[in-house]
Structure formats: structure tokens, C-alpha cells
């Protein structure tokens, strides 16, 4: 590729200095000698073509980008002639299924014709229903109540011996007064109750199969041995005496029989079959293979007992056929996909492979009969219904292999490039100076700039650097962020962030050097360790109230103290410290009249959840006493664990604080099932911060912190229970804080890793 390149390099290049090269020779200056063509044409291509630029730049792309289209195209074939083989595989299945179904259903039909001939029949109809008569004057029919043989023989000469096993006339509780077999007379036929409700209507229909209550001889047995609970189908016809049901006529067929013998089929083509299950997901018919069902125990091994009603069509897991003999009970196994859907009355298809009740994966397709109350499968194993596939794959396959290789070695090689160039520029941009501070890795970005960590050059002490970057500034954003800064700099608490520096750099862009905090804001604390002891929220209510102490003493309002822009961390001597962040909305409430009103760049004096009434409905209402509200409100969330008001849109927050009181944090942690005594003096300092009239709260932030100090617990909280709680909160490692905030929900906030397992946060 890079010599088609410098082909077309040389070319172009020929052209424009051929009449140079044909006159005489080219002299640099420096030695006074001849150029090659080939330096000349470097030299030239290099310098004046940006074409060639550009195809110097992309050529690492083209091998790839051709890979790439070859693998899309091989990809796309080979999803083509996969769906066509899905195609024909579906049409097959369909074809077998529709075609054993419409035989299935004509059988069926037939033995319906059957009884209704019998039933219809003049003489037997009479002769049954004496029977019946004569049963019902006296007493229940039994065997010895029988003669030797039937007491209607004709019925036999009008029934197919290849298609029946027998028949039975009941009366209408379902009892047998006269059969083909004479054990059976006297007793109970136990045909489904659907479908004696039919018959007593007047309506011929066919049975599911159901436990035959004698025994009878197998259909596979050479010895003609009995065997009991012999599955058994009934084709039912209604008797009528004078327009009245006074009984029924059942023709019994075996469903291992000749039913099975109509989906014999199939069994001819490698690995298929078609079956009937009925509604309990159990295989009607015979399954082909119930040589290896009996090998690894589905099936007894006594051979008179067939699969019809014994094998359950249900997924083992795992192919049957190669393993051992099965260790749990079957009826444990979840049904297969075809049985699950067919027992719910579906029809459907799949053709891209289940386990059947064999572990084997099949293609398959199924339909319900609703008539008969059953349902017909047909399934053929996936290796054989794919096999034409197999030799096409595997030559897609190795087609993908190679596109694959040769497009990911090319990416890879620009990826790498373009990696090095990037991480390049990377290490260019960390080394970045502002003043006597190196920069660092960029630790976040929000609305007022973006903050990276540095590191003072004489010192070596760790700062936090916030930059208004000059595409961000405008009049409204450099007045906030210079008052911001100048703010913050006339604050001297301890629970309040320092400022060291701020300027300007060379490029325009202001900055303002400040404290590096590890530790995490009081929001990660209750999101990840759940709400606080009454100890320890008036131990950081308290230092809240310091700072905010010493700015309302210099008329400086916060307007947005919330559990984001509190960070706590631990030092040697004191570990519980917080600071208070985030002095972008400070108000001054000694200001002019002329001086600048600011809000945040989306027109949001502060945070919904913590944000007074008064100050919904104007910001300019501010004072003192709203950061009393927002400071109750963070006791609370620290208390309870959770926000004063749910909601999921700030305007219904908003709307919550205008009209609706605080649940008091008992009664808050009670509605989640939480009952736990708090104590009272904290709970109604805490909601007299949260009065709606700004007159009913504490008249200042000293009478305030007054409170919190009168509390009970107010002395619960000591240096030692915080060193031990950061003691162990550290050993787990579980300070990991590193939220990203959206600007327009968090206005400035800019979060980031800190060293080892803390985090630092500025604003």
C-alpha cells in the first residue's frame, strides 16, 4: 500500500519538475551537485501535495477498511444463505408436521365414524339400551351378571380388529354394561370429563388417553401377558333412546398402535420423528427410540411397557443417550421448549435448535388440536437438518478467519499509531504550567470550569486547580467565577474550603489554586453506608453551621449547602473534618444596587431538595435563613437516610417544598418499615429548619448550632468513635467515590478520584 503511495508520489511529482529534469541538472545549494529525482520528488510531494498528505495519512486505514468490507460481505452472504437454510428446514418441518397432522386428524375422524355406526345401528342401539334399562332397574352390572360371551356380539363385525382393541357400552355414570371384555362390565370407564360432557350432549368426539382400569395383553408382548394402567384412546358416541342420551358407545384403540403407526413416517429419515403429547407434556404415541431410553432408565425395562403415557417431554439437560442411567426423577426436569409452548395450546417453530426430551438438539415445529385436546410434534436432530450447511460453514468460517486477521492486524497498527499521538498529546497537556504549579490529570468538569490536581514546584504540596477555559467565558460566567473565588478567599473557618491563589494565564483563561481534599461528600456517605447515628449528624451539622457562621457574619449567603458540596475526610488529630464547598451562588446581602445579580448558567439559584419555599418562588428572597432550610435538610437526609421528598422531576420537588411538610424523620423511617426511636430534641430542631415560614425557623445559624449543642446527644460523637469508623471504612477500601455529576442538575460540582481508596472534591 505505501509503495501504490509513493508511486503516485513520484508521478505527481515528475510532472512538475519534468522540464526542470530534461534541461539541466537540479543543484543544491550546499553542495553544489546533482539531486537524485527521488530526493526531489520526496522533497516536493512532502512539502506542496496535500493530497499526498492525506492518503499518507488514511493508507494505514485502507488495508483495513477493505478487510473490513470484505469481512461485512462475507458476513453478510454467509447471514444469507443461513436464512434460506433456515428457510427450507422450516418449510420441511411444516410440510411433515401438515401432512401427519391432516392423517392424524382423518384417523381420528374414522373411529369417530366408527362408534357413531355402532351407536346408530338399529338392533345394537336397542339391545344396549335394555341393557341400560335393566342395569338401572335393578342394581350395578358386574362380570358374573355377564353372560359368557358379550351381550351385543354385533358390535364386533362393525369394528376395524387392525384399528381397535375393543368396545364398551356405559350408561351415563360412566359404568360398563356390556364390553368385548368381560372383566371390564360392572365397572367405572374413567373417560375424561370434557369429554363425557360431550357425549352426554349429544356430540361424538375422541379421549385423551387415559389408565384402562383391567389388564390387558401388551402390544409388544409375545406371551400375550397383561399388563395394568395400559394407556387407552376412546372414540365416544352419544346412545339415544326417544331423543334422550341414555348412554354411550366407546370403540378403545391403543394410541401405541395404530396411532403411533401414522407418524411412522418420518422414522425413516436419519434422527426425526413426529409425536403427539398431551396436555401434561407426556409423549401419546411411541418414540423411536425407546431401545435407549430403556438403557438409561426413562423407560422401565420391562418391554410390554411402551413410551406412550410413560416418557414426559421434558429437557434433561444434557444428552441422555451418551451418559449413564438418570439420578433424579424426571418428572424434576423443566419441560423442553416445544413442550412448554404446546401444553399452553400454541403452534409455533423453531429453527435454531433446542434440547428434546433426549438432550439431543432438534429443530422442531408444533400445533395444538384444540378438537382432541392434544398436540403434534415434529422434530428433526439439528446436526442432520444442517448438515448441507456444514461444509459451507466451515469454508465462511476460515473466509471470516482471514478478513478478520488481516482487518484487525491493519486497525490495530492505526489504533496504535493513533494511540501513541494521542498519549502524546496527553502528556503534553499534563505537563501544562500555570504559575509555580505543574498540572495533573484532569479530576472533573462542570459548569464553572474544569479542575485538574497539581503540584506546586518549591512545596510539593498536592493543590486542586479550577480553569475557566475561554471557550466557557462570558460576562455572567467571569463575574461568577471571579466572585466565586474572591468569596471563598475571605473565608477562614476550618470547615471551609481554602483558597490559595487565582489569576489569569497567558492564554485567558482565569484560575483560582484551592485546598485538595481526600474523602468523600456527605451524599456517598449516606448513599453507600445508609443513614448516621443522631451522635454524628449534630457532630457535622455543627462544623456546617461554623462556616456557615462566618459567611453570614461577612453577608455572604451559600444558597446551595447540600450533601454534594460537604466533604468529609480524616486527618491526623481530627477525623471527622468537613468542608464546605461550592461557593459558585453565593449572594451578598450587603451588595449594591448596581452590583451584578447571578445565578447558575441554566437560571437556578440552588438545588430542589434543599432549596427553601421562599426561594422557589423568587431567588432573590434569599437570605440567612435559607441556608438554615437547606442545613435541616441535610440533618435530615443524614438522619433518615433519604431526601426530605421523593420525586422524579425537579419541578415536583419544587412543588413538594411550596405545599407539603416534611414526614418527621420517625414517621419518615416508619413508612419503610424502619421503626426506631429517634431522638425528639434533634427531630424538632431539625423541622423547625424546615418551617415553609422563614420567621418560624432559628433566627440565626449561631442560634442554631446553640440548639444542636443542647441536644442529648450532642457529645455522643467524639474523635475516637470517627477514628474508629474511618479506621475500619478504609481497611475495606471502600472509599471509592467517583460520581460524575451533570451540570444541569449539579450546576458546578466536579468530582474525582483521590489517592489511595479516598476522594477529593472541588468546586
Not at 28 to 47: D, H, K, L, Y
Amino acid at each position: 500500500m505505501r509503495g501504490i503511495i509513493r508511486t503516485i508520489e513520484g508521478a505527481l511529482a515528475s510532472r512538475l519538475v519534468g522540464s526542470a529534469l530534461n534541461t539541466a541538472p537540479i543543484v543544491t545549494p550546499s553542495s553544489g551537485g546533482p539531486t537524485s529525482v527521488e530526493m526531489n520528488t520526496r522533497t516536493i510531494s512532502a512539502t506542496h501535495f496535500p493530497l499526498i498528505k492525506f492518503l499518507r495519512r488514511v493508507g494505514p486505514w485502507i488495508g483495513g477498511l477493505s478487510s473490513l468490507a470484505l469481512l461485512l460481505a462475507v458476513g453478510l452472504v454467509g447471514w444469507a444463505l443461513n436464512q434460506s437454510m433456515q428457510q427450507l428446514v422450516r418449510d420441511s418441518l411444516e410440510t411433515t408436521l401438515l401432512a401427519h397432522v391432516r392423517s392424524l386428524e382423518h384417523w381420528l375422524a374414522e373411529r369417530i365414524r366408527e362408534s357413531d355406526r355402532i351407536a346408530n345401528n338399529v338392533d345394537i342401539q336397542n339391545r344396549s339400551v335394555k341393557l341400560i334399562t335393566a342395569s338401572e332397574e335393578q342394581f350395578k352390572w358386574t362380570a358374573a351378571d355377564a353372560s359368557a360371551k358379550p351381550s351385543v356380539p354385533s358390535i364386533d363385525s362393525l369394528l376395524n380388529p387392525n384399528q381397535t382393541v375393543g368396545w364398551a357400552i356405559l350408561d351415563t355414570n360412566d359404568q360398563v354394561i356390556d364390553s368385548s371384555f368381560a372383566a371390564l362390565i360392572g365397572k367405572r370407564l374413567p373417560i375424561p370429563d370434557p369429554v363425557r360432557r360431550q357425549a352426554l350432549s349429544g356430540k361424538s368426539t375422541v379421549s385423551e388417553p387415559f389408565a384402562f382400569p383391567i389388564a390387558i395383553a401388551g402390544n409388544d408382548d409375545p406371551d400375550g401377558k397383561p399388563i395394568t394402567d395400559a394407556p387407552i384412546i376412546a372414540a365416544v358416541s352419544p346412545l339415544h333412546s326417544d331423543e334422550t342420551v341414555v348412554g354411550m358407545i366407546t370403540v378403545l384403540i391403543d394410541p401405541a398402535g395404530p396411532l403411533s403407526n401414522i407418524f411412522a413416517a418420518t422414522r425413516s429419515e436419519v434422527g426425526g420423528e413426529t409425536y403427539a403429547v398431551d396436555r401434561n407434556g407426556r409423549m401419546i404415541s411411541r418414540s423411536r427410540y425407546e431401545k435407549q431410553l430403556r438403557k438409561v432408565g426413562v423407560l422401565p425395562p420391562d418391554p410390554r411397557v411402551t413410551s406412550s403415557m410413560q416418557v414426559s417431554v421434558r429437557d434433561p439437560g444434557y444428552r441422555l443417550l451418551d451418559g449413564d442411567k438418570i439420578s433424579q426423577s424426571v418428572d424434576e426436569w423443566p419441560l423442553t421448549e416445544m413442550a412448554n409452548q404446546l401444553t399452553r395450546g400454541g403452534s409455533g417453530e423453531n429453527v435454531s435448535g433446542y434440547r428434546d426430551y433426549r438432550g439431543v438438539k432438534v429443530v422442531g415445529a408444533w400445533a395444538w388440536l384444540p378438537e382432541y385436546q392434544f398436540g403434534v410434534a415434529t422434530e428433526f436432530d439439528f446436526e442432520q437438518a444442517y448438515a448441507p450447511m456444514k461444509l459451507l460453514r466451515r469454508l465462511m468460517i476460515g473466509l471470516l478467519l482471514i478478513s478478520a486477521i488481516v482487518g484487525a492486524t491493519t486497525i490495530l497498527l492505526a489504533l496504535m499509531v493513533r494511540r501513541m499521538v494521542k498519549r502524546l498529546a496527553a502528556t503534553q497537556q499534563n505537563q501544562r504550567r500555570i504559575g509555580q504549579y505543574e498540572l495533573g490529570e484532569s479530576l472533573g468538569r462542570g459548569g464553572m470550569g474544569a479542575v485538574f490536581r497539581a503540584t506546586h514546584d518549591l512545596l510539593g504540596r498536592t493543590v486542586a486547580i479550577k480553569v475557566l477555559e475561554r471557550d466557557s467565558q462570558n460576562s455572567v460566567s467571569i463575574a461568577r467565577f471571579e466572585r466565586e473565588a474572591k468569596m471563598t478567599a475571605g473565608l477562614r473557618h476550618p470547615s471551609t474550603i481554602s483558597l490559595y491563589d487565582f489569576g489569569r494565564t497567558d492564554q485567558g483563561e482565569l484560575f483560582y489554586v484551592m485546598e485538595y481534599v481526600d474523602g468523600i461528600t456527605l451524599q456517598r456517605l449516606v448513599d453507600r453506608y445508609g443513614r448516621q447515628p443522631p451522635a454524628r449528624v449534630i457532630h457535622l451539622l455543627l462544623q456546617i453551621c461554623g462556616s456557615l457562621s462566618e459567611a453570614h457574619w461577612k453577608g455572604i449567603i451559600h444558597r446551595d449547602i447540600k450533601p454534594a458540596n460537604l466533604m468529609l475526610s480524616t486527618q491526623p488529630g481530627m477525623h471527622d473534618l468537613l468542608k464546605v464547598l461550592d461557593f459558585g451562588l453565593v449572594k451578598d446581602i450587603v451588595q449594591g444596587p448596581t452590583d451584578l445579580s447571578l445565578t447558575t448558567s441554566e437560571g437556578i439559584t440552588g438545588t430542589p431538595m434543599y432549596m427553601p419555599p421562599e426561594t422557589v418562588r423568587d431567588a432573590s428572597m434569599s437570605d440567612h435563613r435559607s441556608d438554615i432550610y437547606a442545613v435541616g435538610g441535610v440533618g435530615y437526609t443524614l438522619l433518615t437516610g433519604k431526601p426530605m421528598f421523593e420525586g422524579d422531576a425537579s419541578v415536583e420537588i419544587c412543588m413538594k417544598q411550596l405545599k407539603e411538610d416534611p414526614l418527621r424523620p420517625a414517621d419518615r423511617l416508619a413508612s419503610h418499615g424502619i421503626h426506631e426511636r429517634l431522638p425528639d430534641d434533634l427531630q424538632n430542631i431539625l423541622m423547625a429548619c424546615l418551617r415553609k415560614d422563614p420567621t418560624q425557623r432559628p433566627a440565626s445559624i449561631d442560634d442554631l448550632a446553640a440548639a444542636l449543642r443542647h441536644c442529648d446527644d450532642a457529645t455522643g460523637w467524639d474523635d475516637v468513635a470517627a477514628m474508629h469508623w474511618w479506621t475500619l471504612a478504609l481497611k475495606d477500601g471502600v472509599i471509592d467515590d467517583t460520581t460524575s455529576f451533570d451540570d444541569a442538575d449539579r450546576d458546578s460540582e466536579i468530582t474525582w478520584a483521590g489517592e489511595g481508596d479516598a476522594s477529593a472534591t472541588a468546586h
